[in-house]
């Protein structure tokens, strides 16, 4: 009698962990190739997965959400500058890497075939919440922790990919350019930054009457 689906697909997530770490398996592997690997039929990969980026998709949510309850667990307390530090030393370790470029390569997929990958798109977005819960705990209102989570988890995976693009100490040093800023005071007075505004407007009216 076969397990149910769901107990039968944990122990392969599991079997897959065991063979080929969080990473996953490499996308250059066919079905066949991994199920050899792994020591089952690949029509069972293909009724639990559906495919070989449908696999993979599951390899990396479920290293994530470990990672999460980790880092959840012990860093329950942390704020938002202190959370977005921590998440960028944990993905941007070069144990990481193999990870980060197979999440980039699934990314790329859902830009196309965003409903093949819904599960996948869905189960990222638990990295923002875990931003935005530590934005709350420093006070910052639910429509400000909202936003403040989109703009660290933007900013976070664009200097993840490009350390793999383009990998140099500039790229370190933006991070840490961009993780400091988050603890430096960027509040002004409104009048200020209304004062600044006008300013602005002017001078780029000023530009415009210039060239016409």
Not at 17 to 32: A, C, H, T
Not at 68 to 82: E, F, K, Q, S, T
Not at 100 to 110: C, D, I, K, P, Y
Not at 160 to 173: E, N
Request: aromatic share 6%; glycine share 8%; hydrophobic share 45%.
């Amino acid at each position: 009698m076969r397990s149910p689906v769901g107990e039968g697909r944990d122990r392969l997530l599991q079997a897959l962990f065991d063979d080929f770490g969080e990473s996953g398996p490499s996308p250059k592997l066919s079905m066949r190739q991994i199920a050899e690997r792994v020591g089952v039929h690949h029509t069972l990969l293909t009724y639990h997965f559906g495919s070989r980026p449908g696999l993979l998709a599951a390899v990396l949510s479920e290293a994530r959400r470990r990672d999460n309850d980790v880092i959840a667990a012990a860093d329950a307390d942390l704020g938002y500058a202190d959370m977005c530090r921590a998440l960028w030393r944990l993905y941007a370790d070069g144990a990481h890497e193999d990870r980060s470029r197979a999440f980039f390569h699934l990314v790329g997929l859902a830009v196309y075939e965003r409903d093949a990958f819904e599960e996948f798109v869905t189960d990222i977005d638990d990295l923002r919440q875990l931003i935005q819960a530590a934005a709350l705990r420093d006070g910052s209102t639910p429509t400000d922790a909202a936003q403040l989570s989109i703009l660290a988890t933007s900013v976070l995976r664009g200097l993840l990919l490009q350390r793999l693009l383009a990998p140099s100490a500039d790229v370190d040093a933006a991070a840490e350019r961009f993780l400091a800023s988050l603890s430096a005071p960027t509040e002004m007075p409104a009048n200020a930054l209304d004062g600044r505004q006008a300013v602005a407007t002017v001078g780029v009216r000023a530009r415009f009457d210039e060239s016409g």
